[in-house]
């Protein structure tokens, strides 16, 4: 069996002027020369934590500082396998984070590289669901709108009861 790449992606959102997560994806060309939208992703280098890698190919995809995301939770693992050995298909494992950005997006501008088009910086849960060709992806999505949802109404619940004290 060939060699495993060990990969991360961030699946990364802000929380927009409504209250609602805004998810930004990349628009880019796939290996089979259609337009598709992914979420930023890369290698994971020897010795580097795959939250580190997650953060830095974030980075390097969007510009956006390290400083201005944070890694809210891991949010699914996934391993893509090419028992045929098809051209153009590796083995992967693919290691998802969910990262909330705390800068502007309309700062955000990717790297003229990898057959990037443009970031799709403002996308809403049912916009992103629309967008995206992979159903593994759109599931991950999902499950990152409920956590972040989740997350507030902690959040709202806490405060609640602090003020009440």
């Known amino acids: ?62 510009g956006i500082p390290i400083n201005q995301m944070f890694i809210k939770q891991k949010i699914g693992k996934t391993e893509l ?33 990898e057959g990037y088009l443009w970031m799709y910086k403002r996308a809403t849960i049912t916009e992103v669901l629309s967008l995206l060709y992979y159903q593994d992806m759109r599931e991950l999505i999902r499950e990152s709108y409920n956590i972040i949802k989740n997350m507030k109404t902690k959040d709202t619940v806490k405060e609640n009861f602090i003020k009440s004290l």
């Open 1 to 62: 069996m060939a060699d495993i790449i060990q990969s991360a992606w961030g699946i990364v959102y802000y929380i927009s002027s409504d209250n609602e997560p805004r998810y930004l994806l990349i628009k880019r060309y796939a290996l089979s020369k259609k337009i598709e939208r992914v979420a930023p992703k890369g290698k994971i280098q020897a010795g580097e934590e795959s939250q580190v890698a997650a953060l830095r190919e974030v980075s390097e995809e969007t």
């Open 81 to 113: 396998r090419n028992p045929t050995n098809q051209k153009g298909m590796v083995n992967k494992d693919v290691t998802y984070f969910l990262i909330e950005y705390t800068g502007s997006p309309t700062t955000v501008k990717i790297q003229d590289a």
